[in-house]
């Protein structure tokens, strides 16, 4: 090695050790302010959010460590190890399964103080044994834009690439329907529609089922979604809006709560509202006589927007965290049914 070299090679050493104590210095500094009163605050504590039954299944999804992180907030642990009642953070109880009984609540065990959370995506019309839960819940969880824990079906978020192109369009109108009552306001407005509009009909009711993946592609095609509610109340949008039309690039015609509630969520221009119009006969006008500018206009929003939905448990119950600092402690839902049915 020659000794240019090596004069190098020390002096790179020499470089470095300076580096080396000047870094320590700083990592000793940021130490002290660390432990100084009013310095650098301490990490916030882990929380954990005690799921006492998941949702429509006895097979959760495995849960580890930092569940939330993948939603964008740290030191939140959703467990379903119900040997943490003792020490919970806070524990949910998803309606339903209260509802049929297959779960009841551990009242002896609970811890004194222990914030309780009342959890349903259900409409009040399909909700039942509210009564029984009087002065038990301390927050609630759904799509109530006044819930604690406020999570709805979806959201527009801000989009940063272009839009997708609207598929093309070679029908008018689809109705997808699971579970058809006659005496549903959404059966109703079906049949008077129907004389007027070429609406194609689709799902178990119809006995034209459609599989999980397939009701995308069906209803791109055509012009118009009828995203009809099972049952008309405050809030309650669901998947029927924000999946079955808006992500698959039909423009909705709703039946729901009223169009001041719809533009809570969405522009006034990307949906149809049923209400808008005196009689299905003028709705079905209204379609059929759109010309292709107006159309488009239902699209606008797509330059700017995009559907996120928000269908997943997990997802949901990680919103509690990002609330958790700022719920209302002791607070006590002393009469569920009656906040529920308002
Ligand atoms: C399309 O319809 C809208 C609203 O009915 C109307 O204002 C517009 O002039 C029409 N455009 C064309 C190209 O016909």
Redesign the pocket.
Known sequence: MSNARRGTTWRLWAWGGLAGGALLSVLWLLWLLGSAPGGVPEPQPMVTILIWHWPFTDQPPELLGDTCTRYGMSRCRLSTDRSLLASADAVVFHHRELETRRVRLPLAQRPRGQPWIWASMESPSNTHGLARLRGIFNWVLSYRRDSDIFVPYGRLEPRSGPAPPVPVKSRMAVWVVSNFQRRQQRARVYRQLAPHLQVDVFGRASGRPLCADCLLPTVAPYRFYLSLENSQHRDYITEKFWRNALAAGAVPVVLGPPRATYEAFVPPHAFVHVDDFGSARELAAFLN??????YRGFFAWRDSLRVRLLEDWQERFCAICARYPYLPRGQVYEDLEGWFQA
């Open positions: 006589g759109m010309n292709e500018s107006r």
